[in-house]
DNA sequence: TATCTTGGTAAGCCATAACTAACGGTAAGC
DNA sequence: GCTTACCGTTAGTTATGGCTTACCAAGATA
């Protein structure tokens, strides 16, 4: 049931940002500050969110930390629509087979 | 770029869950309001945020409304997942193609 | 070894939004 | 036609969380 968690992760419009700014390519923490209108200190905090969610993963550099994205992290959500869409699929099906006859 | 309002609209654990309930079966408001944990106006307000996302339909019955979940409204959260997806995938191979060299 | 650079953490403030309570409107039943 | 019940909206309060400033730790370089 993490899926939820991966919700919440990319609930905010700022993690999403940083989020698809570690997906064009892996970035250190003060680069995304650089590019992002937000300080360091938010952008590391929105990182904890994100690599507690799985969604990114981070490789030392010397005194730098390179974040990456995590595209396996997507796999919960994915794993979950997909099953969602065929139940919904099915429902919407038996719906309209038993005649929508209102209460 | 309307799957950044379906992650807002998910991002919220209470939304999930009428949500989720609605998809189970159509029902009313106060039926919804019923069996959560939440307030009939939470509901309704909730219910406002996932129909303007494009989640839920509402139809008219007397003095009730039904609301009944809208599987179209994930498409394009699928469509933008499926995307990313390929792209992170090509992109992760690239990088590995150039080496990661370190660690 | 000393200093500088970089990143993480803690505390506090502020904004957003979710929840509750109360009111008004509308349709059904008698 | 009146009463009742249900639904939606609005105002007010509370709480969650995101942002910033300040401080601390770790490593590289001279």
């Given at each position: 049931?993490a899926?939820q968690d991966t919700?919440s992760?990319?609930?905010?419009?700022?993690?999403?940002?940083?989020?698809?700014?570690?997906?064009?390519?892996?970035?250190?923490?003060?680069?995304?500050?650089?590019?992002?209108?937000?300080?360091?200190?938010?952008?590391?905090?929105?990182?904890?969110?994100?690599?507690?969610a799985?969604?990114?993963?981070?490789?030392?550099?010397?005194?730098?930390?390179?974040?990456?994205?995590?595209?396996?992290?997507?796999?919960?959500?994915?794993?979950?629509?997909?099953?969602?869409?065929?139940?919904?699929?099915?429902?919407?099906?038996?719906?309209?087979?038993?005649?929508?006859?209102?209460?």
């Amino acid at each position: 049931m993490a899926y939820q968690d991966t919700f919440s992760a990319l609930g905010d419009p700022t993690r999403r940002h940083v989020f698809e700014a570690v997906s064009t390519q892996p970035r250190a923490v003060g680069e995304l500050a650089a590019e992002l209108p937000v300080s360091r200190p938010a952008v590391s905090q929105h990182l904890k969110v994100l690599a507690d969610a799985g969604l990114v993963t981070c490789r030392t550099e010397g005194t730098r930390r390179i974040y990456a994205a995590r595209p396996e992290g997507l796999a919960e959500i994915r794993a979950w629509l997909e099953q969602y869409w065929s139940d919904a699929l099915e429902s919407f099906a038996a719906e309209i087979d038993e005649g929508v006859r209102d209460s």
